[in-house]
């Protein structure tokens, strides 16, 4: 068996010139590490096809196909089960048995690579793990802010073998195999930066208006006027528990677009915000600090071992 099985990259992406996702920094990211790069284009209004067709003249590797998101069916809708349902069309295009899939608003650091090809060659002797685990850096309001707390999930499988019948699930957050059976996976220590949290005010409300939509069914006639999501002011950039400065270095192609950043939030300068029911995860956290474990926390696989402390 190869030490270093051929990998194919997949996404799926809509409205990404709309709604400001790092689209391009993260395919850009994927780039190096995959044969080839399937990327699904929800049908839609804006520029995001162009960009993308822009991309694959410069870089044969990726393969792009169009797909209609049935955005009326309140069904596919519910809980987000749309974006599994469009996630596992382009894991279908996959040619190779490795797949390795970010979301649009996900990138790779240059630095991991090695490490995380070195997890792969374990997993690829081992026909008993069905994936590879990354660990997650979320962004939020800023690029030298990131959320750590019990709020946000700190691993996610976003490398799987297609051969193992792992499919996306829910909101396609994570995947499982027939019957819900969580995949076998190895911890690479590879990191996830996550900047789904940061990008201007304004996109980021019509993007969370968006969103909501998917979750929680369509807007009212007040809503629709006045473009406030399902969620309210959730939207709105804030001081929240588990807020921390990030001191370490971005993905190489995240340096551009954070240089030309135009907005600007303080987080020095923002009241914190919070409620009663946040002093229970106010007590765990302050365990999980000095202990260094995540007590009750949920795990959408099983981890076989290798690639560093838990």
Known sequence: MSATPLISGFTILRHGVQFDYPFEQSIESLLPLVDELVVNVGIGEDATLARLQEMQRTHPKIVLFE???????????????????????????????????????????????????????????DPNVDGVLFDYIHFYGSYDVIQHSRSVYRREVRLVRKSSGARSVGDAQSFRKDGGVKLTVLRSGARVFHYGGVRTPEAMREKTFFMDQLYHGAPTSEQLKTRTPHTGENYRYKKILGLRRFQATHPATMKTRIAQKGWSWDLSRSPLEWSFKDLKKMLLDGVERLTGARFFEYRSYRLRGGGGRW
């Open 67 to 125: 797909s209609h998101w049935p955005l009326n069916d309140p069904e596919k809708k519910r809980g987000g089960q749309i974006l599994a349902e469009q996630t596992n069309l382009a894991l279908d295009r996959c040619k190779h048995d490795w797949c390795l899939y970010l979301q649009a608003d996900e990138v790779l650091h240059e630095e991991d690579r090695e490490r995380l090809l070195s997890t792969l060659a374990k997993a690829h002797q």
